[in-house]
């Protein structure tokens, strides 16, 4: 089967043991590689009602066809497991060389289930699989732990996805970090491998994946390096290519697409142009950056290394923040300080934190504290104010190393943190106890179906008309009416890039539908725009059978009333608006054939899309 | 009459300015100020569906008639990282 390796690795750390079960083809059609086949493996081996932090739950490592192939922007790779934050679905995915690694060792996923009574990590090297003892690396940062798995198994070149002692202390904001900097951040995934003893998962392969037609991949390849470089969005390629994504901090502080003072603020008014400016690409690179830093076969390579020698935080070579993090330790808690900035985006690289939550939550606390919730007392003596760099880092510090209580609960997330001391639900921004990333429904509204009603709620990678409507100023975007087709078709197509291992930020290429361009020269398939639709939706229909079997009905998911503007600001460019959320909602509900109050997709939809005969019968339609 | 523009973001890249005053005719719109701007910067590319045009803090839209000194930034957005 060309773009696959047609083997997943089930590993089983209660028994110590592991097998290698065969990919076919028509699985493989059907949910096409990443989170589409992580639900589909999920949803068929995991029972309902399991313990996220017990050993029933699995946590998958998979790729996507493209991935590892050769193909252009296609390094990524997805963790899924069930998350200890939601108690549904999860998925969170990151970019580096670890995905690719997997498929040449002879994989396109792994799975690991049960748990280990002592540390362990596993060891995949072209083929051959190991179950190794990691008692010595728990406690170890992520870079300590990279350096003590290349010298004892004697491999520069291995890859690894590992957890810091965040997730070892089951912190439930806890990320998988794999080639220093890069994050699958969201949703608990680290402290599902901590409750695992999992440090890591590591890989070196030689082999390759088999390509349906490698000279027409080349010219493809070269197509897209040629639009990146003369096509008619090269001056975008060009800046994103040297700043990535910071280059728009400013842009987003200032416009209202970055939600400031924990979605209270105005950024013009609170922060101001000039510190969004600050931290962004141009004025941290022209301090810190020693080199740039490209994922896998990306000619983009949005990526730079900094070295912080100086000032008050140094911390040497450091992975540049990308733009969630420079907005969540940014105008989200109203910090000015770009040390700071690279402190925290440190602690939370090296301890294993996901930057999105843990800003969010810092920034719950801040609030807490302004407001009489939390005392200097429940802080340990942190004089926790709105940009107060020092008590920032530190109480980032604690968060990371839960060395103290304070430390301990802010580890729990900001939902977690709300429940643990029964106060400050008033300031959480959060869907189904997931913080929101940094991209306001109140300016793309529809960021607002998306992350209350996405399977994996909260974020701003999955699909719907989110982007687009960030992206335009026309004031048309906030009518909701006509909205359920067009975010259907944006939702499926999403499923399929994501599922692919394509990066978001293929966008930037300036190259359109490149996921059917790189497709059939890798696979030989060619789908079309009927099969890819359904395949889409059926990935979705599938993560979103996974929390319909474990209980969950769409009032489980509701949005924070700042995040859509309920009620709306009075000043800056978000005044007077109000989301018309529900309407958005509605309109999906009615577009996909899903009950308003059940959640459950109709009979007929899902016969419709082939393939889901075990949802149907598991969720009884 | 006399305005401020203000390159953000991205668009300070792409224009190699940050920040300049004009002179334009009473009664220009965004869109005449859009026209003019791309003619001044080739690299700049101000897409009608993608560029924001914010004027004294207010996001506006391309109709609006500019007044005596009205700042405006402009700037894309871009989702992700």
Known sequence: ?621 | MRITIQFSSLFRILAGVEREVLDVAEGTTIDRLSSILVQKYQNLSLESGKTYFMINGQISTRKQVLAEGDQVRIFQLLAGG
């Open chain 1, 1 to 621: 089967m060309n773009g696959y390796c047609g083997k997943m690795l089930f590993v089983d750390l209660t028994k110590g043991s592991h097998e290698v079960l065969a990919l076919t083809e028509e699985t493989a059609k059907q949910y096409i590689g990443g989170y589409g086949i992580g639900a589909k493996v999920l949803f068929e081996k995991m029972k309902p009602g399991s313990d996220a932090l017990g050993p029933d739950n699995i946590v998958g490592f998979t790729t996507g066809p493209l991935t590892g192939t050769g193909a252009l922007l296609s390094g990524r790779y997805t963790i899924v497991c069930k998350s200890p934050v939601t108690g549904g679905w999860n998925d969170a995915n990151s970019g580096g060389y670890f995905g690719p690694e997997l498929k040449k060792a002879g994989f396109d996923a792994v799975f690991v289930q049960g748990a280990s009574e002592t540390p362990v990590y596993v060891w995949i090297n072209d083929g051959e699989v190991e179950i190794k003892d990691a008692a010595h690396l728990w406690g170890k940062d992520i870079l300590e732990t990279e350096a003590a798995l290349k010298g004892e198994l004697e491999e520069n070149r291995l890859r690894a996805a590992m957890i810091g002692p965040a997730g070892e202390k089951l912190s439930l904001i806890a990320a998988v970090i794999n080639d220093g900097h890069r994050a699958a951040g969201r949703g608990g995934c680290g402290a599902v491998m901590g409750s695992k003893k999992l440090k890591a998962v590591v890989v070196r392969g030689t082999g390759n994946v088999p390509v349906a037609d490698p000279e027409k991949l080349k010219a493809v390849n070269q197509d897209i390096l040629d639009t990146i470089k003369t096509g008619p969005a090269a001056e975008i390629a060009g800046a994103f290519s040297t700043f990535g994504t910071t280059i728009f901090t400013a842009a987003s502080a200032i416009s209202g697409d970055s939600p400031v003072k924990n979605w209270e603020g105005i950024g013009l008014v609170d922060y101001g142009e000039e510190t969004g400016k600050n931290f962004e690409g141009p004025v941290m690179d022209a301090k810190y950056r020693v080199k740039k830093y490209a994922c896998a076969n990306c000619p983009l390579g949005c990526g730079a290394i900094y070295d912080v020698n100086d000032g008050k935080w140094p911390v040497g070579e450091t992975g540049r923040p990308e733009y969630e993090t420079s907005a969540a330790f940014g105008c989200l808690m109203l910090n000015d300080n770009i040390e700071a900035l690279l402190k925290c985006n440190h602690i939370c690289n090296i301890y294993g934190l996901d930057t999105i939550s843990a800003g969010a939550t810092v920034t719950w606390a801040i609030e807490c504290y302004e407001n009489g919730i939390l005392s200097k007392g429940d802080t340990g003596g942190i004089e926790l104010t709105w940009g107060n760099a020092e008590a920032i880092v530190q109480a980032t510090q604690e968060m990371a190393d839960q060395s103290t209580e304070f430390g301990k609960l802010l580890a729990l997330g900001s939902a977690g943190a709300t429940e643990k001391i029964g106060k400050g639900t008033e300031y959480l921004v959060t869907v189904k106890g997931i913080e929101l990333p940094m991209h306001d429904p109140r300016l793309g509204p529809g960021f607002a179906r998306t992350y209350a009603i996405d399977p994996t709620p909260a974020r701003h990678v999955k699909g719907g008309l989110g982007i687009q409507h960030m992206q335009t100023p026309d004031p048309s975007k906030y009518n909701a009416e006509g909205s359920g087709e067009p975010d259907l078709r944006a939702t499926a197509a999403q499923e399929i890039i994501n599922t692919t291992g394509l990066c978001l930020f293929k966008d930037f290429t300036g190259v359109q539908n490149i996921a059917w361009k790189l497709m059939p020269p890798v696979t030989g398939w060619d789908f079309g725009e009927e099969e890819e639709m359904n395949a889409g939706l059926r990935i979705y229909n599938m993560r979103h059978a996974f929390n319909l079997r474990e209980g969950m009905k769409p009032a489980d998911f509701q949005l924070p009333k700042r995040s859509v503007g309920e009620p709306p600001q009075t000043e800056g460019p978000l005044q007077g608006v109000t989301v018309d959320h529900k309407g958005f909602i509605r309109n999906f509900f009615k577009a996909i054939e899903w009950d308003e109050t059940t959640g459950k997709p109709s009979r007929s939809s899902l016969e419709k899309l082939g393939g889901m005969e075990d949802v149907i019968k598991s969720l009884d339609l």
